[in-house]
């Protein structure tokens, strides 16, 4: 098989990540990666081999690296879960002294992680909206932290205009792009250093796995990531390394129709009565409309519904027969909650509704209906 050139369009590139195997296999091997569960492999004399030890590498985890890095067009390392790749780049990245910038409306373990452990070991630990980054002065600040859009309340900012302010002041602008994946926004052909995602969410889409990856083009960033892995000790495991490359490979198909479903509902709900507001990125009236047409290849499967209060909320997510009620997204499942239940800054009534795979039209004749019961019960 010859290899199509290489070029970094979305399609070009989810073909050519679901081959990244096939096309160097030999006669016999199978086309599933093997599941590979070892912790020590034979290494006699001169340790030269490419697996040696399973804290340093393990052939489940090259799989999936291999897979994602054409995905990323990048070299990636995965991590045990999203914030074990966020940990990696922020603890290897950042020194006494060092100004770190943190979005405030941002998953909010991120902002945890920083305020309590990089602060008490002397780093500046500063907060920004998504919003807010558009016109805030960046110089002096080591490391730009964005995630865009933002979780939950889906405002953007726009990264090859952040990357340019953040290097002009000698930083390094790490993006997380967990809610888009690669296939819905690309912040490293946008300017950004790193990318950092939790995979535990839609790339690998099927709620049994918690995973997170790190990809950058810089070698010196994933060596020190790299190296952070191998000595801190917190790796994946070769099942959930085996089962994410399992997942990733529908990404394309399941995050078309989640994406395409949640533009379907988002546009009706947007219509309701009973819905007072909605937030989603592939609404023409969305403030931020000309930086997503630029920046965003598809308006993701997060919808932010405001309902009257808290009750209405609950009510919609309980009444429905394809709604689950969990926190987390991105699975095929479509799921949702009320975010003020954990002190996001949203009204009581705001539920951010993750779209899944069910067929559009069936999942709208339910919400419509649960719209209606609503209403008769008011
Ligand atoms: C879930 C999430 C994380 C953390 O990922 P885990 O896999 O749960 O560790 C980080 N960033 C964003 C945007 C997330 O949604």
New binding site residues.
Partial sequence: MTSPASHSSTDSVAAQMLHHRADRLTPGQSLSPPLVSASTYHLPGVPEADYQYGRWAQPSWTELESALGVLEQADVAIFP????A?SSVLFTHLDRGDRVLIPED??Y??RTVAEDYLGAIGVEVELASTREYATRDLSGFALVFV?TPS?PTLDVCDISAVAARTHAAGGLLVV?N??LTPLGQRPLEHGADVVVA????ALNGHSDV???HVASTDPAIMERVRTWRKLVGGIPGSFEAWLVHRGLETLDVRFERMCTSAGVLAERLSNEDLVTAVAYPGLDDHADREVIDRQMLRAGSLVGVTFADAAAAEAFIEKSAYIVPTT??GGTHTTAERRARWGDAVPEGFVRLSVGCEPTEELWADLSRVLDELRADR
């Fill in positions: 879960s999203g914030m074990a966020i941002g998953y373990n991120t995630e979780n997380d967990t809610t939790s995979d535990t969410k918690l995973a997170g987390s997204f």
